[in-house]
């Protein structure tokens, strides 16, 4: 069964970094564009950056000059570096793909469960 699996959250100090994993099973990345959305509680999901299967790649006005997606195809992953975090990015962060390959999504084909990244001091 083809599904996506987030990592690399957890707790980290404002200021503070953490890159975030996307990685599927049953499929390749390469195929896809891969979006990072992340939902904080009471609040609506956001989608913050999204990256084309020609990597070409966009930011929300939230995370930009802050926050870098990119992807490895030869590890079939793609991921998130989250640099100069705030205690505003606390949220549930998860990935989606889009076999059409374009930004920002049309289709959200696969979803990872999430994982949880926690900026406090």
């Known amino acids: 069964q083809a599904q996506l699996a987030e990592s690399g959250g957890g707790l980290v100090q404002p200021g503070g970094s953490l890159r975030l994993s996307c990685t599927p099973s049953?499929?390749?990345?390469?195929?896809?564009?891969v979006g990072w959305f992340r939902q904080a509680p009471g609040k609506e999901r956001e989608e913050i950056s999204c990256i084309t299967t020609g990597n070409k790649a966009d930011y929300a006005d939230s995370v930009k000059g802050r926050f870098t997606i990119s992807r490895d195809n030869t590890k079939n992953t793609a991921y998130l570096q989250m640099n100069s975090l705030k205690p505003e990015d606390t949220a549930v962060y998860s990935c989606?793909?889009?076999?059409?390959?374009?930004?920002?999504?049309?289709?959200?084909?696969?979803w990872g469960q999430g994982t949880q990244v926690t900026v406090s001091s």
């Open positions: 989606s793909v889009d076999i059409l390959g374009v930004c920002p999504q049309e289709r959200f084909d696969y």
């Open positions: 049953g499929f390749t990345l390469t195929h896809y564009a």
